[in-house]
């Protein structure tokens, strides 16, 4: 093996092998395994925004204010995100994804736990920092893993309501705070952290069935372990043929690779901004404006229907359970349209059009013409056609980038454009919201409004063609044989 850390020159089948694949019953066990931590994102958020109310009040034995939670606790949050998604990142697409989904869940467990057992307002703060801290590593072990192994027929529509079933957890957890919140049921100070006990009990039966999830065949032969790669690759054909009772039918494609067990840094530098320098721009700025939006709606919303429309926090909680239900229903309603119409119009007219709706709503708020419930009303059916394009969001970056940079792409677009968006976000929105003045109030939303029709501009001009199509063909590896292609594949 040479200094760089190369291993020698192959070719292989794995790819086309794993694209040919009727959908089965191991696709199912790796929905179940790695997509569903989202739930757990979902219901981790959701909780704190629904419980924000609660956590002011005396006697809760935090000492902390609703304010402070739903800003600076949201933006601890998503700073943890930012700063575990490059750490893990990077360890993802050196060291593998099986093993780091593996300890960015177990990081996010112990997280949740201890938060369980706040007793400080500094002690909150860190909790959700370090439960960032694991759910930051998951996006990039778990989508990179996702793609890996989904057949590209599938990988569009999977991996949109992979993302967005977050709100299902969103809503669970909303309805969950309803009892959390009833002090005839749990005394003030119990409630809340018997949700944050939930989550942890939830993330530990997830990491059960994440034990049979392989580790990816692409990353293993081009890390060179070509054998263990091609046992993976047969044992999943195996099952897949049980399970369908039919032959497969025969992979033709191959693709040749020099395998490295290290890929340098400058050469993942090099491939995002001097390969792909559209698609470079077009994750920034899907990310920056769908983690402003999502980020201040879902932290503050509990802070807008309490000061402008006088819900109490005990009620709080079921218009976020419905809002969470519009955000699931779009990517489950839409999500196939990404495979069959295509991801560039679907993810532009998700984005264009939640952005106008959004601008409406805010309008309407300002002119005095909504109630709690015709607010409510109104978000979820922006988010509805918000929820697909964002989930489109992750779908692309993990998607449009070579095989060795994936995780880390993933990585670094979540990082800068969460740490962008999703830490200003709620500060700003926050900071405008809990004035009580409603043109103020009414500002926040057309703010991000602006963001997300930016995002979807962004995309009509620099989207990917990128349904039906191999990983390979999308992004050809650095580690091709034939690698310079890949500059031609940037369109």
């Known amino acids: 093996?040479?200094?760089?850390?190369?291993?020698?020159?192959?070719?292989?089948?794995?790819?086309?092998?794993?694209?040919?694949?009727?959908?089965?019953?191991?696709?199912?066990?790796?929905?179940?395994?790695?997509?569903?931590?989202?739930?757990?994102?979902?219901?981790?958020?959701?909780?704190?925004s629904s419980i924000s109310g609660r956590l002011g009040e005396k006697g809760a034995g935090i000492g902390i204010s609703a304010a402070h939670v739903t800003g600076w606790g949201a933006s601890l949050y998503v700073a943890g995100a930012c700063l575990g998604a490059l750490v893990f990142g990077q360890l993802t697409d050196r060291y593998g994804r099986k093993k780091l989904f593996m300890v960015t869940l177990g990081v996010y467990l112990a997280a949740t736990v201890l938060?369980?057992?706040?007793?400080?307002?500094?002690?909150?703060?860190?909790?959700?920092?370090?439960?960032?801290?694991?759910?930051?590593?998951?996006?990039?072990?778990?989508?990179?893993?996702?793609?890996?192994?989904?057949?590209?027929?599938?990988r569009g529509r999977v991996d949109v309501a992979i993302n967005g079933s977050y709100w299902g957890g969103a809503s669970v957890g909303a309805l969950l705070a309803v009892v959390a919140l009833n002090e005839s049921i749990f005394a003030v100070n119990v409630g809340w952290r018997l949700c944050f006990g939930l989550g942890a009990v939830l993330g530990t039966v997830i990491l059960l069935v994440r034990r049979n999830v392989p580790e990816?065949?692409?990353?293993?032969?081009?890390?060179?372990?070509?054998?263990?790669?091609?046992?993976?690759v047969a044992d999943i054909e195996g099952q897949v043929q049980a399970s369908t009772g039919r032959p497969l039918p025969e992979a033709e494609e191959e693709i040749t690779?020099?395998?490295?067990?290290?890929?340098?840094?400058?050469?993942?530098?090099?491939?995002?901004?001097?390969?792909?320098?559209?698609?470079?721009?077009?994750?920034?700025?899907?990310?920056?404006?769908?983690?402003?939006?999502?980020?201040s709606i879902l932290f503050g919303l509990g802070d807008l229907l309490g000061t402008y429309f006088h819900v109490s926090s005990g009620d709080v909680p079921y218009y976020v359970a419905i809002f969470g239900v519009g955000n699931l229903l779009g990517p489950l309603s839409l999500g196939r349209l990404?495979?069959?119409?295509?991801?560039k119009p679907m993810i532009a007219g998700a984005y264009l059009l939640s952005g106008v709706l959004l601008v409406v709503t805010a309008l309407l708020f300002r002119g005095h013409d909504l109630t709690a419930a015709s607010m409510t009303g109104a978000l979820t059916v922006v988010f509805f056609f918000a929820s697909p394009g964002v989930s489109g969001a992750y779908l692309t970056v993990s998607e449009v980038f070579p095989m060795e940079t994936r995780a880390m792409c993933i990585a670094?677009?979540?990082?800068?454009?969460?740490?962008?968006?999703?830490?200003?976000?709620?500060?700003?929105?926050?900071?405008l919201i809990t004035t009580g003045d409603v043109d103020k109030a009414a500002l926040a939303l057309i703010i991000g409004a602006a963001m997300m029709i930016l995002g979807g501009l962004a995309e009509v001009v620099f989207g990917v063609k990128a349904e039906r199509q191999s990983l390979e063909r999308i992004a050809a590896p650095l580690t091709a044989s034939d690698a310079g292609g890949a500059a031609a594949a940037t369109a």
């Open 1 to 48: 093996m040479s200094a760089d850390g190369e291993n020698g020159t192959i070719r292989t089948r794995i790819p086309a092998r794993l694209d040919r694949l009727p959908w089965s019953r191991f696709h199912w066990t790796v929905i179940i395994g790695l997509g569903t931590v989202w739930i757990l994102d979902g219901l981790e958020v959701t909780i704190v």
């Open 115 to 154: 938060t369980a057992f706040s007793f400080a307002t500094w002690w909150f703060f860190l909790c959700r920092f370090l439960t960032g801290f694991g759910i930051g590593g998951e996006y990039s072990a778990i989508n990179s893993a996702i793609d890996e192994l989904i057949p590209s027929e599938h």
């Open 216 to 232: 990816s065949p692409r990353w293993l032969f081009i890390h060179g372990r070509d054998r263990e790669a091609e046992e993976i």
């Open 257 to 295: 690779v020099r395998q490295r067990r290290t890929v340098p840094l400058s050469m993942i530098v090099r491939s995002v901004v001097t390969l792909y320098p559209r698609r470079t721009i077009l994750g920034l700025a899907l990310f920056i404006g769908q983690a402003f939006l999502y980020n």
């Open 338 to 343: 990404f495979d069959t119409v295509g991801r």
């Open 412 to 431: 670094v677009f979540y990082a800068v454009g969460t740490g962008i968006g999703g830490i200003t976000g709620p500060l700003v929105f926050s900071a």
